[in-house]
């Protein structure tokens, strides 16, 4: 237990090993990005305030909390991982492009 409180981020389930090699870092994700405590205090929040007062999102939230599910849960994901994938995507489309176009200048040549 006390492996994975320091290792594996409690909201997403994802390793401190990802953060840190394509992120800033896992102390920072689990404060700033995952913070459990935020997670916490939403519920409470939602607890305290009249159902006719919650928003569209927050209604959405609650009926899942109440009903068990945890859909709500970003499993298995991080905005910082995932900006970091599309950039290592957007420069692997670059790569693909300027070869294609310097294929294609070949051809012509040709």
């Known amino acids: 237990i006390d492996q994975d409180m320091t290792s594996v981020c409690f ?4 390793n401190a090993y990802d953060f840190e090699h ?3 870092g896992f102390e920072k994700h689990v404060k700033e990005e995952h913070n459990q405590w935020a997670y916490l205090f939403f519920i409470l929040y939602l607890d305290e305030t009249r159902f006719n007062d ?3 999102i927050e209604l959405y ?9 945890l859909d709500y849960f ?8 995932e900006a970091a994938e599309d950039n290592r995507e957007e420069a692997k489309l670059e790569t693909l492009l300027s070869q294609v ?3 294609v200048r070949k051809w012509k040549e040709e």
């Open 61 to 69: 939230v609650w009926r899942l909390f109440e009903n068990e599910r």
């Open 101 to 103: 176009s310097y294929l």
């Open 11 to 14: 909201i997403c389930s994802r």
């Open 74 to 81: 970003p499993l298995n994901k991080s905005m910082t991982l």
């Open 54 to 56: 919650y928003t569209a």
């Open 22 to 24: 394509h992120g800033e």
